[in-house]
C-alpha cells in the first residue's frame, strides 16, 4: 500500500493528508504473467551389444523424471530449452551357475540450447546385471542403470 505521509509529505493528523487521500485513491493493479514450461528434446541411442534397442529404456526414465518437474517435451532440438543426449550401450560378460551377466555403459549430457553449453553431465560405468541369457542381462542392467540416471537428474535438476 502506498504510504501517504511520506509520499506527499504530510502529517496524518494535517488537512492535507485527508484531501490527499481521498484525491488520490489508490487503484488495485492486477498483473497477468504467462509462464513457459521449459522445453526438452531428447537424442537417444541406447543399444544392446552394438544393436539397437526396440523398446529404449532410459529414454523413458529421464521423460517421467523432467515430466514430474513440469517439463514439456518436443521432438525438433531447435524448439528446446535443454536437449538431452544419451550414448548408451551393453558389454557380455561372464557366466555364472547358469547365469549371464551384461554390463552397460552411458553417457548422459545435458546440454543449455540456447548457449550450447553442457550443463550436467553423468556416466554410468559397467552397471552389472544378470539373467537367463544375454539379452535380458542386458535388459536387467539398463534397468538398473535407469534407477541410477532418474536419481542423478531428481537431485540435480
Do not use: W
Amino acid at each position: 500500500s502506498l504510504d501517504f505521509e511520506k509520499y506527499f509529505n504530510v502529517n496524518e493528523n494535517s488537512i492535507y493528508y485527508g484531501i490527499a487521500k481521498l484525491q488520490n485513491p489508490i487503484k488495485e493493479i492486477v498483473t497477468y504473467i504467462d509462464v513457459a514450461k521449459p522445453t526438452i528434446c531428447i537424442e537417444s541411442s541406447e543399444k544392446i551389444y552394438g544393436r539397437d534397442m526396440s523398446i529404449k529404456t532410459l529414454e523413458p526414465s529421464v521423460k517421467e523424471v523432467f515430466a514430474e518437474k513440469s517439463y514439456n517435451f518436443v521432438d525438433n532440438p531447435q524448439e528446446a530449452d535443454l536437449i538431452i543426449k544419451i550414448n548408451a550401450n551393453t558389454t557380455t560378460g561372464t557366466k555364472y551357475q547358469g547365469i549371464l551377466f551384461a554390463y552397460l555403459d552411458a553417457n548422459i549430457s545435458i546440454i543449455d540450447a540456447s548457449t550450447g553449453e553442457e550443463i550436467g553431465k553423468t556416466h554410468l560405468d559397467q552397471i552389472k546385471g544378470g539373467g537367463a541369457n544375454q539379452d535380458k542381462a542386458a535388459k536387467k542392467a539398463y534397468l538398473i542403470g535407469s534407477k541410477k540416471v532418474m536419481e542423478y537428474i531428481d537431485q540435480n535438476f
